[in-house]
Nanobody
Framework: QVQLVESGGGLVQAGDSLRLSCAAS????????MGWFRQAPGKEREFVAC????????VYADSVKGRFTLSRDNAKNTVYLQINTLKPEDTAVYYC?????????????????WGQGTQVTVSS
């Protein structure tokens, strides 16, 4: 069993920055990839970013490239999503997820464990 707890969301203004955190427990965190997804009101959950077990070569959705940075600290069992230059269209619940396997993937169906989500609201 894996437990994921997100934090760091909030109400911000366009152009601001946020850092979301996801604390993991329950399995060997450093051996597995991790991912972030988001779901806006009335929309389907969408891929945001994923990262390999060692933090190398993060993959980003086109909509967030250049503004989002995904990193991890295996010593702290935590992944971080730095979000810069926030836009109103970034408003969503952001979810941290752990895949069934060890490889990073953009597909939500490949993720077995999900956090409860953290709300990010960006006002214009």
């Amino acid at each position: 069993q894996v437990q994921l707890v997100e934090s760091g969301g909030g109400l911000v203004q366009a152009g601001d920055s946020l850092r979301l955190s996801c604390a993991a427990s329950g399995r060997t965190f450093s051996s597995y990839a991790m991912g972030w997804f988001r779901q806006a009101p009335g929309k389907e959950r969408e891929f945001v970013a994923c990262i390999s077990w060692n933090g190398g070569s993060p993959v980003y959705a086109d909509s967030v490239k250049g503004r989002f940075t995904l990193s991890r600290d295996n010593a702290k069992n935590t992944v971080y999503l730095q979000i810069n230059t926030l836009k109103p269209e970034d408003t969503a619940v952001y979810y941290c997820a752990a895949p069934r396997g060890r490889m990073p993937t953009i597909w939500a169906s490949e993720y077995r464990y999900w956090g409860q989500g953290t709300q990010v609201t960006v006002s214009s």
